[in-house]
């Protein structure tokens, strides 16, 4: 097994770095974190320190120049993703990139065109496709359990980042949409494998990058038409993440933040009110039982699964499980809900299938 390990360079020393991502690969067999990079030369000492990595530097390409390092572990903010995954690819080596994949889709489509180029492998960083939450539900609604799926309602109010990842004029107006967006919008079409075709995109209150409300048109099989309703903002007094599935037999709640879901069909009696708590203090008990680490990153604490499971796709020469065309898919929908805003208007959907 160790000489089986993948030898890996993390760029990027924040908190997603070393809160998450460092401590779960250095526990894994099939890992060995060489290197760490950070243009703070404090933070990347102190990070290197931290984990034992002796290999400590302040530029990515003397990363890229070593031909020991096989994986690049991107954990930098969004607007420098594009660059590093096509500076990766070119000099041979396969990618692991937070969300959002980047900017924009026309970077998207540039990084697709370099992994096809390459042959590099890219898995895209949503860790809530990990939670066994998620893998339920996504079961209960390919079986029919609600009937057909008729309209989706999302619920993503976060916390605000404690820095501001840059001044890029995109993050400044429409930050919302590249923090937690991306992850509630794979829920969206990972769940109802349904292909995006129109949005509307309104600022909710004003031009900020703190509220927005999106309607999202998908076709489903047999050409199905199913909308979704986005309420996206940074609250900075209450996080709930919550995705509500409507049905025509019956819906069903998901409560990502506290990891527990529903169902609910007429008038919710106090019996069902009671049976729902019941379930709430389940899923909050189960997060207990997890540590403290589940009680204070809460689904972040599913990295360790898709990083295991992604590392293990690297090593069998195949493309992790959440890919280039979910990093397009995403990206497509937030390109054109920035357009939407801009105009005023509905906007369609390059299909990334098509691209």
């Not at 500076?87 to 096809?116: F, H, N, R, W, Y």
């Not at 794979?186 to 600022?203: A, E, H, M």
């Amino acid at each position: 097994m160790q000489e089986n390990r993948l030898n890996i360079a993390v760029i990027g020393a924040g908190n997603i770095a070393n809160l998450i991502h460092m401590p779960y690969l250095l526990k894994m067999p099939a890992a060995r974190v060489s290197t760490i990079v950070d243009t703070d030369l404090a933070r990347v000492e102190h990070v290197g320190g931290k984990y034992h990595i002796t290999s400590r530097l302040r530029h990515y390409q003397d990363a890229l120049r070593d031909k020991d390092i096989q994986v690049v572990d991107v954990c930098t903010p969004p607007f420098t993703h594009a660059e590093l995954i096509k500076a990766a690819a070119e000099a041979g080596k396969d990618v692991i990139v937070e969300k959002p994949l980047s900017m924009t889709l026309e970077e998207a489509i540039g990084v697709k065109e370099t992994l096809q180029a390459t042959d590099a492998k890219l898995g895209i960083v949503l860790n809530h496709r990990y939670m066994p939450l998620v893998r339920k539900v996504l079961g209960l609604v390919q079986e029919g359990a609600l009937g057909k799926l008729q309209h989706i309602l999302v619920i993503s109010h976060t916390f605000p980042p404690k820095v501001q990842w840059t001044e890029h004029p995109l993050i400044t107006r429409y930050g919302v949409l590249y923090d937690f967006l991306p992850h509630m919008l794979d829920l969206v079409t990972f769940i109802s494998q349904g292909t995006p075709r129109k949005v509307v995109c309104r600022p909710s209150s004003d031009s900020s990058p703190t509220a927005y409300t999106l309607m999202l048109e998908l076709q489903l099989l047999d050409e199905i038409r199913c909308l979704a309703t986005i309420d996206a903002s940074w609250s900075p007094s209450t996080s709930r993440r919550q995705v509500c599935f409507f049905g025509t037999e019956r819906d069903l709640v998901v409560d990502i933040q506290d990891q527990f879901a529903y169902f609910t069909h007429g008038y919710l009696t106090p019996q069902a009110q009671m049976l729902i708590l019941a379930q709430r203090m389940r899923g909050i008990l189960g997060r207990v039982a997890k540590g403290t680490k589940s009680l204070r990153y809460g689904p972040l604490i599913y990295h360790r699964d898709l990083l295991r499971g992604f590392l293990e796709a690297l090593r069998q020469g195949e493309t992790p499980p959440v890919s280039i065309m979910d990093g397009l898919t995403h990206m497509a929908i937030i390109d054109a809900a920035i357009k939407s805003e801009q105009i005023g208007k509905e906007v369609d959907i390059e299909c990334p299938e098509l691209l």
